[in-house]
């Protein structure tokens, strides 16, 4: 039997290895996950119209026993017009490597592509949860608070990163990762550098700083020029490029989704809920400030209560989603007030402990965003997808010639978005302080 060869290899990759990656890579993707369960999953073109109700039929009214009946009311409907984002993962074989497995049978091929494939995956992985909870790339990951070179021999540029005062998803390195290629963008999200577009991060050294590795002393002193206090940092090709996160849908009465400008009166039927803790107390419809300020389980109360009587949510359709953070602040208060908090049960195999207020559960996300607490409608969410992920072989080969590098890549991808019929069923609720917060 002669050597395997790339096609073959890549048979096995699509066949055999691939279909056992995409449960890892949606693991932990709970919202994209139960909409497939829900059958909330519609397959659709790139570009995608839905008809949503803006309005109901009133048509009530009291009338004398001689008296005209109230005149009829009529339901009015707005269409929304939608695209799906594209995201992709990309592994490269090295022809030297390759060359090195020859003669070791087809189990060391098979180990190589393994390899690229589970760091592959990862990535995935943690990119698709994060973009799950953001705002379609709209808001960076990260600021920069500031830029160091250390001394006249360093080749990295040292960057320390905040929030820029709730301006970020974060304050911290958790976005990132070593090898992650980022746009670092000027503080308007206007225009960007080449010397700041899709630079890799070389290490994440703690939980505010991170380097980026140049090829001379100079070049690093250069870049660090480049880069000014207060610019934003996103991953690469990402701002305004993902698709619509929970920050979307329910964090904004101001943005415009599936074409549909909701800063406008005429849109107000598609604004959620939004409050945030003041030191005057709750303000409804107010964006968050990035500065957590405690709360009670009143709070809480007050936003459930709002939608389920106000805006005739089925309340059996909610899920809470909040950080570490924020759930543990939560058992907390309930623990102070003597009441039963923490069950030991999963739901569909969410592999975490659910926190549960008031009958409703409310999940602990990775990449959930800080000191903020979302209600969603889950039987108004849909996904709308136009591919599922695979590996890409349009012209019959998924391995492709990278010139200048002697290796070989192949990449996969997937085009989705994810809608919400009824996002004023939802609620987001800012500036929450946490268990971690001093």
């Known amino acids: 039997m002669g050597e395997p060869t790339l096609t073959s290899i890549g048979t096995v990759l699509k066949q055999t290895l691939f279909p056992g990656v995409i449960p890892v890579i949606e693991a932990e993707q709970f919202i994209t996950n139960e909409l497939t369960k829900l059958g909330q999953t519609e397959q659709v073109g790139y570009e995608f119209v839905k008809k949503y109700r803006t309005g109901f039929s009133e048509g009530t009214g009291m009338f004398a026993w001689n008296g005209a009946l109230p005149s009829a009311g009529a339901a009015a409907y707005k269409s929304m017009t939608g695209t799906t984002k594209n995201i992709a993962g990309t592994i490269k074989i090295y022809k030297k490597l390759w060359d090195y497995c020859k003669g070791k049978g087809e189990q060391a091929y098979v180990d190589l592509v393994s390899e690229e494939l589970e760091t592959l995956q990862m990535a995935l992985k943690c990119e698709k949860e994060r973009m799950n909870y953001g705002d379609g790339g709209a808001t960076p990951l990260c600021c920069v608070a500031s830029v160091t070179v250390s001394s006249e021999s360093d080749t990295w540029v040292t960057i320390t990163v905040d929030d820029g005062g709730g301006a970020a998803l974060r304050g911290d390195t958790v976005y990132l990762r070593d090898g992650m290629p980022v746009d670092i963008l000027s503080s308007v999200h206007a225009t960007v550098d080449a010397s700041m577009e899709g630079v890799n991060v070389l290490n994440v050294t703690g939980d505010t700083t991170f380097t980026i590795n140049c090829a001379s002393n100079t070049a690093a002193d250069t870049l660090a020029g480049n880069i000014a206090d207060g610019q934003t940092i996103f991953h690469a090709d990402g701002h305004d490029a993902e698709f619509y996160g929970l920050l979307s849908w329910f964090g904004s009465v101001t943005n415009t989704v599936f074409g549909l400008d909701r800063s406008l009166s005429a849109n107000s039927f598609f604004r ?59 058992i907390r208060l309930r623990q102070n007030e003597g009441g039963y908090h923490e069950e030991k049960t999963t739901i569909d195999g969410w592999p975490f402990s659910v926190v549960m207020f008031e009958d409703r559960p409310i999940l602990s996300p990775s990449y959930m965003l800080d000191n903020t607490m979302f209600w969603v409608p889950m039987n108004r969410m849909g996904k709308f997808e136009n591919t599922t992920l695979d590996f890409e072989d349009m012209d019959g080969n998924m391995w492709k010639w990278v010139d200048g590098y002697h290796a070989y890549t192949a990449y996969c991808s997937e085009s989705f978005e994810l809608g919400c019929e009824r996002p004023d069923q939802g609620a987001a609720i800012f500036d929450m302080k946490s268990a971690y917060d001093s």
């Open 272 to 330: 959620p809920y939004r409050r945030r803790i003041a030191t005057t107390g709750l303000t409804e419809d107010d964006a968050k400030t990035g500065t957590p300020k405690a709360w009670s389980t009143l709070t809480v109360h007050q936003v459930l209560n709002h939608l389920v009587k106000s805006r005739k949510v089925d309340k059996n359709s909610l899920y809470g989603f909040a950080g570490d953070g924020v759930a543990e602040y939560l």
